[in-house]
């Protein structure tokens, strides 16, 4: 077991945060505990573990052994203190925002955020009372202008989904704090391996599990990740929501978290690669992926990332519909879908329209999202480079 007060580097967090094997019969990786009853041995025992039932195993609902385990690593990769496992990635999102407002509150959204968590506030939110504005992802420090007395949370996602506009963490949390907000970000790109947004002053972290940490397309799952401090309303948020996370799916969270590190090096070495590639073609008008100056906010990026996972979007040249879809149909080694973060690449046309109120987009462009996963880089290009051929034939 590792010593819980050393700080080790990010890779061997990754492979030895929450593992405990000797409290589980030497067994490596926890076992999967199936439970709603945890029987009690007499009443003391019981009031006790209640009174300390955010650590404690108490009832199915509020966690297990392997859910803990789970929620241990989770702390650790984002650097964080405490962590609480949900049902979905969107759970985690929802959970995270209605601990901290109530009727009217004020929130601050990115535009370009992942469209769901966009819905949340149209939906649950403007239902509960709580108002929304909408903010430009680069809107750095000038966030204090749209602050107001009631505003209790500024939501951001960077980058942001399918448009990848990287955001000024550090100046959004000062603002954010000096107005008495707290930040919410949603960390998923990055995996929590190459951006640690508690240590840029951000209050929670949010991860769609179900993407790199789970990383084999096969389960959904959520992680919130945060302080001591913050933590019993995050706590409580999930507790009356009723949206623990399965068993067996924080088994294979934990079990996908301990070889994020090497998965994510060969999705950034082949991101890179093929927006590379791709920058280069004349059907190509640019790439919108966080490591390329083409990409808005990619000093924000270089500033406080360590790596690129394998996501981002190619934003072609005007051309109709028929041709993206002659493009993507024949794609042999990309499946058309959403849910990246697994070890396949992915193809996935945007649908933006509808999707900003804040900012301006230019709808002429069709933009495409991949996701570069863990196959042969000249393999991925071939079949991207017959795709352009299609979708050039077609044009
Ligand atoms: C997929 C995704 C989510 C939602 O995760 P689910 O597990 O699918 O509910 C939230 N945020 C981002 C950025 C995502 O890509």
Known sequence: MTDKTKKYGPNTTIVHAGSDPQNQRGAVNPPVYHVSTVAHPSMDAMREARLGSDRNFVYGRHGTPTSMAFEEAAAAIEGGERAKAVSSGLQAVVAATLAFVERGDHILMLDSAYAPSRRMTEGILAKMGVETTFYDPLIGAGIAELMRPNTKVVFTESPASHTFEVQDIPAIVDAAHKGGALVIIDNTWSAGHYFKPLAHGADVSV???????????????????????????????????????????????????????????????????????FAGQPSVDRVLHPAFDTCPGHEFWKRDFTGASGLFSVVLNPVGQKAVDAMVDGLELYSLGGSWGGYESLVLPSSLEGSRTATEWDFSKPCVRFHAGLEDIDDLIEDARAGLNRLNAAA
């Open 207 to 277: 991860q769609a599990a179900t993407k790199y940490w789970v990383g084999h397309s096969d389960a959904m799952l959520g992680c919130i990740i945060t302080s001591e401090e913050h933590f019993p309303k995050i706590r409580a948020s999930v507790a009356a929501l009723g949206c623990s996370a399965a068993p067996d799916d924080c088994y294979l969270g934990l079990r996908g978290i301990r070889t994020l590190s090497v998965r994510l090096e060969r999705h950034e070495q082949n991101g890179l690669k093929l927006a590379e590639w």
